[in-house]
């Protein structure tokens, strides 16, 4: 029996996390037992989410499975390239030099600053009146 093997990586992007699993196969992506199609509607972040396989041109190669939790849409699609960006380095360490010159390897800082005392949000204050 052929052996099964899988690549398994996590993604972090805001407060989202995708945990990603790497296997060989044809191409499918299924994102909480659900369809790639189904779990991101809007075509912008089906693109971000599969770009990593994009550039590497192997998107017809591996079936990815993964586990999605936390965050909006947006910062799970990041998560989503970040964890198979960094599956397919453990899967190909030569493919390392393209996803770090696209930018997938890095896990992007920003996150939502905290709201903070005797303001309104984390920036934005109460209006001042001087009289």
């Known amino acids: 029996m052929a052996e099964l093997v899988e690549y398994t990586a996590v993604g972090r992007r805001k407060e989202s996390i995708a945990r990603v699993r790497l296997r060989v ?66 899967s190909d360490e030569g493919l390392r030099i393209a996803l770090k010159k696209a930018g997938f390897l890095t896990r992007d800082p920003r996150a939502k600053e905290r709201k903070k005392y005797g303001q309104k949000r984390a920036r934005k204050n109460f209006q001042f009146s001087k009289r």
Do not use: C, W
Request: aromatic content about 6%.
């Open 25 to 90: 196969g044809n191409g499918k992506i299924k994102i909480n037992k659900r369809t790639f199609d189904d779990y991101f509607p809007r075509e912008t972040h089906r693109i971000i989410a599969s770009k990593p396989l994009e550039i590497v041109g192997l998107t017809d190669k591996f079936n990815v499975l993964v586990t999605m939790t936390g965050g909006g849409v947006s910062g799970q699609a990041g998560a989503l390239r970040h964890g198979i960006a960094r599956a397919l380095v453990k």
